[in-house]
């Protein structure tokens, strides 16, 4: 995997793109049966090594080990809570005719 983004990170540099091992996570997916065979060794990146995470969030998106989405429902049903939350309170101060 480490000659891999060795490679990877060579042709970054040859388009003028970085790679910053600060940020970069690894996540191992497979099923859920299947969890416990995964590599758990850190993986190297440029002179950083970096652990295996269960949960990694790009764009918007949770995506977790076992692609079962758990994550981002879980995020995105906590987002709503919020939401519905904050309209109960502002409800409570508007005339009964507006909510």
């Known amino acids: 995997m480490s000659v891999c983004i060795d490679n990877l990170i060579s042709w970054m540099m040859v388009n003028r793109l970085q790679i910053n091992p600060a940020t970069t996570e690894v996540l191992w997916c497979s099923s859920a049966h299947r969890q416990h065979q995964m ?16 949960v990694v969030h790009d764009l918007g998106v949770y995506l977790d080990a076992d692609l079962s989405m758990r994550a981002h429902i879980t995020a995105t049903v906590r987002t709503c809570f919020v939401a519905l939350r904050q309209i109960r309170s502002v409800c409570r101060s508007l005339t009964q005719m507006l909510c």
Request: glycine fraction near 6%.
């Open 39 to 54: 590599p758990s060794d850190p993986v190297r990146v440029g002179n950083t090594s970096v652990l295996s995470v269960s």
